[in-house]
């Protein structure tokens, strides 16, 4: 399992390295190439959330008595994801001094302040989506839990109705041993009383 971890890591670091350096060239561009560039980073980020979940089932998958150096490992990984977060978002809304210009024109005083707005409110709009997709990932795995836990309970109740029916086959059994248990002692009994009556004829 340590070492499925350890080739995670590895992909994990490859990925971070990539999207580190593509996340310092964004606010350089613009237009087609700012927007393709964004679009991805964001899938590679995908790629890397995916990455985190497989490293949390295989820390899980490792015994007790080794989990907690991986347990230490996972969680710098994703204090390292959430930095990556804040640091693409940023650069998603910001725009290098070229590119500012570029865009501003001769109508830098107004334009800039109306060009802070719309980072502002963007940012805030980026912020937004981003809890909602936290909060869609949190329902879907409340929701695989609630799957999961479903299908325990039904294994359970087989497990229980199959148990009442063996101790009802043995409490059938029982009744049958009792029965035939009576039938055998009336059958001694009639016997030991015949026994009785032909020894007392003899002695007459």
């Given at each position: 399992?340590?070492?499925d971890?350890e080739?995670?890591?590895?992909d994990?670091?490859?990925?971070?390295?990539?999207?580190t350096?593509k996340?310092?060239?964004?606010?350089?561009l613009?237009g087609?190439?700012?927007t393709q560039?964004v679009?991805?980073?964001d899938?590679?980020l995908?790629?890397?959330?995916?990455?985190?979940?497989?490293?949390?089932?295989e820390?899980?998958?490792?015994?007790?008595?080794?989990?907690?150096?991986?347990?230490?490992?996972?969680?710098?990984y994703k204090?390292e994801?959430?930095?990556?977060?804040?640091?693409?978002?940023?650069?998603?809304?910001?725009?290098?001094?070229?590119?500012?210009?570029?865009?501003l024109g001769?109508?830098?005083?107004?334009?800039?302040?109306?060009?802070?707005?719309?980072?502002?409110?963007?940012?805030?709009l980026?912020?937004?989506?981003?809890?909602?997709?936290?909060?869609s990932?949190?329902?879907?795995a409340g929701?695989q839990?609630?799957?999961e836990?479903?299908?325990?309970?039904?294994?359970?109740?087989?497990?229980?109705?199959s148990?009442?029916e063996?101790?009802?086959?043995?409490?059938?059994?029982?009744?049958e041993t009792?029965a035939n248990?009576?039938k055998s002692s009336?059958?001694?009994?009639g016997?030991?009383?015949?026994m009785?009556m032909?020894?007392?004829?003899v002695?007459?």
């Amino acid at each position: 399992m340590s070492s499925d971890f350890e080739a995670y890591e590895q992909d994990f670091g490859t990925l971070t390295a990539e999207i580190t350096n593509k996340i310092g060239r964004i606010p350089k561009l613009g237009g087609k190439e700012k927007t393709q560039l964004v679009l991805n980073v964001d899938k590679q980020l995908e790629e890397v959330r995916e990455l985190m979940e497989q490293m949390d089932l295989e820390v899980r998958e490792i015994p007790i008595q080794s989990r907690g150096m991986y347990q230490s490992r996972l969680k710098s990984y994703k204090g390292e994801m959430e930095k990556l977060e804040k640091d693409f978002k940023r650069s998603r809304i910001a725009y290098s001094d070229d590119v500012r210009n570029e865009l501003l024109g001769e109508d830098a005083g107004s334009s800039e302040s109306q060009l802070m707005k719309l980072s502002e409110e963007r940012a805030h709009l980026l912020d937004n989506t981003e809890k909602l997709e936290r909060s869609s990932r949190r329902l879907e795995a409340g929701y695989q839990i609630a799957v999961e836990t479903e299908q325990v309970g039904q294994e359970i109740l087989a497990n229980l109705h199959s148990d009442r029916e063996k101790i009802q086959r043995s409490r059938d059994r029982l009744r049958e041993t009792d029965a035939n248990l009576g039938k055998s002692s009336r059958i001694l009994t009639g016997m030991l009383r015949s026994m009785s009556m032909c020894s007392k004829t003899v002695v007459l």
